[in-house]
């Protein structure tokens, strides 16, 4: 019989195996390496282009060339880490550990290396960067925010510039030509938030030239892969033009929840983060909003926003979801704890957010081009990511980006301790423990970071902390600016850091001096997050490369996840042990065994709103990936467009024609609607009469129709003697007409996906039923396209001298 344990221990045993040859097969070159001169290491890079270059030259077919690419790059592997390796030594004074070597080769082979906290994982990326960037097609290294970014290629391009390589650091709110020299720079920094936006961007140009990202999509090595590839994940890039005005509804609706009593005029559902009325609350509103009926169909739209008022007032919490600073509703992270700029909840939700925090509420947007994260990370031609968290996830990496997740050894053995998890009945229970704790501690001078879930309890715990005198510094969503200063503190003597998720990911807490004796970093965290890897990545801030160090979870009943999820069992079994005081504390494995059970619950829930994003974006994937194509053919052509204009004026003549001449019987065809297109559409009104098309058969119309129209392309020819003027206002033409209908297609399967849910209660599959809807509208949009391309080349009268 098969054992699956079994197997997945000997699948790890011998992807060890393998890293550990390629580590030997590198470290072999060590000797060699250290005895070179620094002109002579840095020779070693224009070798390996030269050798590279050989392998593919001369192979035209484009699958082949790549194949032949991955082949020499493995061959060089060894030889390359090894250079890398020794110019880290000689730039940057880091030698890569063994481990890191084995890091590194997982990263080429476009998978996930999972290493722990201090592992050096930044130093891990720099031999697989260098070794895909030598082709000169371009590596990405993607990373959580600006600040990273910026810092890394700071950091590590002082080794890659000492090698020959070029660096470039993408931020957010650079100019175009900033953007583009970052972009064709051997290695590019940048955060998944630009690239998905400059890719969205970058179809939507008029020009060649003015895009940013020249080269397409290669190599992405993403840094936090976790929180990159899954948790950003359910929420779709979008790129939003004025939409249709604000609706006044908003501030009615909000008016209207605001009086309204909890359990007698709605419920809270906290796990699926809803709100509904109940039968006294319908009453309730149809007096509000002076109606007989509430949900007549009339009055689908003032349902909406009564629906997203109340998830607004009592699903989203200030401070927790969200902040408001400077006048504006600015969503937080949940995984990372910080800000996410630019970002805002879609259907209406933001703009009910911002009427019951009382700032000005923005215009609702019209969408113009969007794309999940998944779908774009799948362009690359190679991905690969790193992090310290991704077992968990492992089956969503696999499934979706088809990358495995490799689990590196440490350095050296850890020696953290993790606790078991203490719960208490009250929030108020747990804060008193909590802060015992940290006195106890801070008065023998051992470092503390103190994790919670939210700005709302960071500023909470702060205020305890100050009536206790005991100093500290807060970093959370409202006081990130000090991030790195906070964190290169934390580790020091004395030091008390209450943070909210911000201080798990991305930063590196070292220990002062006499640390170690007195037990190492003290991790303390106030309650569990509802994803395992946000917990571990707390944890994994103290035993950094063998350092010593705790971790210690604080639970209450009180809790958004205990309630959620399996506080009433907890607290059964705490009435039927008389453990029901408000001290009381129960220290036992069940309890930490009981809330990752309900974790799994809720990453499991995660993950199916993540593969439902992925499977409606996957219908509209095929549809962009065309539309971008054509726009692309369009604007790199450089001689003329006849041959795309005139074949999509003959399709635009054919379904005109088909359609008023459907029945057999010619007497019934409407040659009237037909004069009428040419005149519409073809050319000058008087061109045909109804008597000229009499007895003509259906291809005789459409052959007279066309030449017609070959006709009046070859009087403008003539017109615009300058083909590159010609070619130009053809250009202009179809860009505008695919540009328009496109954005049209894209905003109503916006919203089409927002209300195809409610067709499940009539028995048919949502996701079926956008999928024929989204195929039948971008049939009529590409005819549409067609139409409206015809009509103004065709239309449009010619004048010179006039500044384009």
């Known amino acids: 019989m098969n054992n699956p344990?079994?197997?997945?221990?000997?699948n790890s045993k011998k992807q060890l195996k393998k890293l550990n040859n390629i580590a030997d097969q590198v470290e072999s070159y060590a000797d060699q390496m250290s005895k070179m001169s620094d002109e002579a290491l840095q020779a070693k890079t224009g070798e390996f282009k030269e050798t590279i270059n050989k392998a593919t030259d001369g192979i035209k077919n484009k699958e082949k060339q790549n194949k032949a690419l991955a082949k020499v790059l493995d061959e060089i592997l060894p030889e390359a880490f090894a250079v890398a390796r020794e110019g880290a030594k000689r730039v940057l004074g880091l030698y890569p550990f063994r481990v890191q070597i084995m890091g590194s080769a997982v990263l080429h082979d476009g998978n996930l290396a999972e290493m722990r906290t201090g592992e050096g994982k930044t130093l891990?990326?720099?031999?697989?960067?260098?070794?895909?960037?030598?082709p000169g097609r371009g590596v990405h290294v993607v990373t959580v925010n600006d600040y990273l970014s910026a810092r890394d290629a700071e950091q590590m391009g002082q080794l890659y510039n000492w090698l020959g390589l070029s660096v470039g650091v993408n931020v957010g709110d650079a100019p175009a030509e900033?953007?583009?020299?970052?972009?064709?720079?051997?290695?590019?920094y940048s955060t998944n938030f630009n690239i998905g936006f400059d890719y969205l961007r970058d179809n939507m140009v008029r020009r060649a030239e003015e895009r940013v990202m020249q080269r397409g999509l290669n190599f992405a090595l993403i840094d936090e892969a976790d929180s990159i590839l899954i948790d950003t994940a359910r929420t779709p890039l979008i790129i939003s033009g004025p939409g249709s005005g604000i609706s006044q509804m908003y501030a009615r609706a909000d008016r209207f929840v605001k009086t309204l009593q909890r359990?007698?005029?709605y419920k809270v559902d906290e796990e699926a983060k809803a709100t509904m009325l109940t039968n006294e609350g319908i009453h309730k509103g149809e007096v509000f909003f002076n109606l007989d009926n509430l949900y007549d169909a009339n009055d689908t739209a003032l349902t909406h926003h009564i629906d997203q008022a109340l998830r607004a007032n009592f699903n989203y919490i200030n401070d927790k979801d969200y902040v408001v600073q400077d006048g504006e509703v600015k969503l937080i992270d949940q995984s990372t704890g910080r800000i996410s700029e630019g970002t805002r909840l879609s259907d209406g939700l933001h703009q009910a957010i911002e009427a019951k925090e009382g700032v000005e509420i923005q215009e609702e947007n019209k969408s113009m081009a969007q794309i999940t994260y998944q779908n774009l990370f799948r362009m690359y031609k190679k991905l690969s990511g790193m992090t310290g968290t991704a077992k968990t996830e492992e089956e969503e990496l696999r499934e979706i980006y088809n990358m495995e997740v490799i689990t590196i050894p440490t350095n050296r053995p850890i020696q953290r301790v993790d606790y078991p998890d203490l719960l208490y009945p009250s929030v108020r229970a747990k804060y008193n423990a909590v802060v015992k704790l940290i006195v106890e501690l801070h008065e023998k001078g051992q470092p503390i970071l103190i994790g919670t879930g939210s700005v709302e309890a960071s500023e909470l715990l702060s205020k305890i902390l100050m009536a206790q005198n005991v100093p500290h510094n807060v970093l959370n969503a409202k006081n990130n600016a000090k991030e790195a200063e906070i964190i290169a503190n934390a580790g020091q003597r004395g030091a008390v850091t209450v943070a909210?998720?911000?201080?798990?990911?991305?930063?590196?807490?070292?220990?002062?001096?006499?640390?170690?004796?007195?037990?190492?970093?003290?991790?303390?965290?106030?309650?569990?997050?509802e994803s395992r890897r946000i917990d571990n990545q707390l944890r994994g801030r103290a035993g950094r490369q063998g350092d010593r160090g705790f971790s210690q979870f604080f639970l209450s009943l009180e809790d958004d996840l205990m309630v959620r999820f399996g506080a009433d069992r907890v607290r059964l079994l705490m009435q039927r042990l008389n453990l029901d005081e408000e001290d009381t504390v129960i220290k036992n494995r069940m309890i930490t065994r009981s809330v990752e059970s309900a974790q799994k619950r809720v990453e499991g829930n995660n993950y199916d709103t993540r593969k439902n994003v992925l499977q409606y974006d996957d219908v509209v994937r095929e549809q962009r990936e065309l539309v971008y194509h054509e726009r692309d053919i369009v604007i790199d052509e450089t001689k003329s467009l006849e041959w795309v204009l005139m074949p999509m004026v003959e399709r635009t003549i054919n379904r005109v024609v088909d359609a008023q001449t459907k029945s057999k019987d010619d007497k019934t065809w409407e040659l009237a609607q037909i004069v009428a297109f040419v005149g519409n559409a073809l050319g000058h009104e008087d061109a045909f009469t109804v008597e000229q098309l009499k007895g003509l058969s259906r291809d005789d119309i459409k052959a007279k129709l066309l030449r017609l129209a070959k006709d009046n392309y070859k009087e403008k020819q003539a017109q615009l003697y300058d083909p590159a003027q010609m070619l130009e206002f053809e250009k202009v033409v179809i860009l505008r007409a695919v540009d328009q209908h496109w954005t049209d297609h894209i905003d109503s399967l916006d919203r089409l996906r927002q209300g195809v849910g409610l067709r499940g209660y009539g028995q048919l599959n949502p996701l079926i039923e956008y999928q024929n809807e989204?195929?039948?509208?971008?049939?009529?949009?590409?005819?549409?396209?067609?139409?409206?391309?015809?009509?103004t080349f065709m239309k449009a009268e010619i004048r010179q001298n006039l500044r384009a």
């Open 5 to 10: 344990i079994r197997k997945l221990v000997d």
């Open 124 to 134: 891990t990326a720099t031999m697989a960067v260098y070794l895909n960037a030598l």
């Open 178 to 188: 900033e953007k583009r020299a970052a972009y064709d720079a051997d290695i590019t």
């Open 263 to 265: 359990d007698e005029d």
């Open 500 to 529: 909210t998720n911000m201080a798990g990911r991305g930063t590196d807490i070292k220990l002062g001096p006499g640390v170690e004796e007195l037990g190492g970093l003290a991790v303390i965290a106030t309650e569990r997050h």
């Open 774 to 791: 989204a195929y039948a509208n971008f049939n009529k949009m590409i005819a549409d396209v067609e139409y409206d391309a015809t009509r």
